[in-house]
């Protein structure tokens, strides 16, 4: 009832950028926060940046200052804008989204988190 896609992801040299995308589809009521994650190989998933509806945003310290997330209310779009790409930066890219879903009950808005699929970014000369 609610699908996440993410895309954008690709294989960059050291030093270039990528931006990723992200739409949430399908029975929304109201989206909260989004979200990017990322997963390296043998290691946990971990928070990249998250942004709120009201445009608070959060960032991991490895990505400070690098990377910026920004977000589209009208599109229900998530964006992850990467520069100065590292090595360490590899890892599949998860997006998530905060959303209650729109039902045939008007007071009734379940809540739940959605998953994309998963996005591989690869830093590599």
């Known amino acids: 009832q609610v699908q996440v896609v993410e895309s954008g992801g690709g294989l960059v040299q050291p030093g270039g950028s990528l931006r990723l995308s992200c739409a949430a589809s399908g029975s929304i009521f109201s989206i909260n926060a989004m979200g990017w994650y990322r997963q390296a190989p043998g290691k946990q998933r971990e928070l990249v940046a998250a942004i709120t509806s009201g445009g608070v945003t959060d960032y991991a310290d490895s990505v400070k200052g690098r990377f910026t997330i920004s977000r589209d209310n009208a599109k229900n779009t998530v964006y992850l804008q990467m520069n100065s790409l590292k090595a360490e930066d590899t890892a599949v890219y998860y997006c998530?989204?905060?959303?209650?879903?729109?039902?045939?009950?008007?007071?009734?808005?379940?809540?739940?988190?959605?998953w994309g699929q998963g996005t591989q970014v690869t830093v590599s000369s």
């Open positions: 998530n989204a905060d959303v209650r879903r729109r039902t045939s009950y008007s007071h009734y808005n379940p809540r739940n988190i959605y």
